[in-house]
């Protein structure tokens, strides 16, 4: 790749940099080959590519202050990632793999993040009374599913069976067209909001008869060739336990501005860690992040600063 500017020239004002200002590579039959790049920029042009080349597998890199106001990155790959006359090619590079995919599952409406957070939400953050309202509108389905009775209240024209479960939420006293009378002292009468909340979702349930939602999964999946048996155990720090995305890039070291970023709403849980060992050859790792909304604490742990529900 041809200069694109002078050592000495001072910084010029257009195009982004860095610049790659230099290419070598050298064999030695006793320890193998080595190909030494060099670039110039501004001091954030060689530290992104920095980040770049040490994910890239870069044995070591080196920055260093040029005084023209231009910064000078050296990096060495103890590989020949040149061939032929003037081509570059990369060959022999060791894996460092970087995947954002994404997978659907199906589960059950009350297993469903989405409805504990936003009982959550309408009850200020109180974890209990969340969970003892999805336990109602739990119970107002079983009901309704649980009563096929055909009878019609002949003021409202709605079914019995459903003025009955929906008293188990809001309360109140009914009389039905055979004169048996119903009291119900329902649940959180004071909260308007979390009410409203609540039979919304049970008539979602039992009326439009959705028991299971699809949620989307982030899965990042790393591959990498070990240097050494200490990279391999280190790998394996946090496995099984629940990450931050924050934390995870940490881990990683992902650069802040890449081809793609953690979604920060998402928590992590480390899969263990594979690990293929061929004698004589290269010992590559593999594993994975599975992200979701919020794990539980009552079946995981986090790693770090991750907050699981209760």
Known sequence: MANAYPSNQTRIGVGPGPYLVG???????????????????SIAEVQSQRETDLLNGAATTEIAEKGDGNYRLTTVWNYDLITGSGSSAIVD????????????????????????QSLLAAFGGSDSSAKNAQAAVHAAVDYFNGHTDPMIDPSSNRPVRLILSEMIITGGTYT??????????????????????????????????IETVPEWNSIYRRSITAASPLQVQASRVGEGQIWTSAEV?????????WWFTLPSVLQWMKSPVEVNM??????????????????????YTAYGAATLLP
């Not at 890039?249 to 501005?257: D, K, M, S």
């Open 93 to 116: 590079l060791p894996a460092n793999v970087h995947d954002l995919q994404a997978s659907m599952e199906t589960v059950s409406v009350y297993n469903s993040v989405q409805f504990y």
């Open 23 to 41: 290419q070598k590579v050298e064999t030695n039959s006793a320890t193998g080959n080595k190909s030494t790049w060099t670039y110039e920029g």
């Open 249 to 257: 890039a940490a881990f990683e070291n992902l650069p802040a501005f």
């Open 176 to 209: 039905d067209p055979l004169g048996t009378t119903f009291t119900d002292n329902g649940c959180y009468p004071s909260n308007a909001t979390a009410q409203a909340l609540m039979l919304s979702l049970f008539r979602n349930i039992a009326l439009m008869g």
């Open 278 to 299: 061929v004698a004589g050859g290269k010992t590559r790792i593999d594993y994975h992040y599975i992200g979701f909304k919020q794990a539980s604490g009552l079946f």
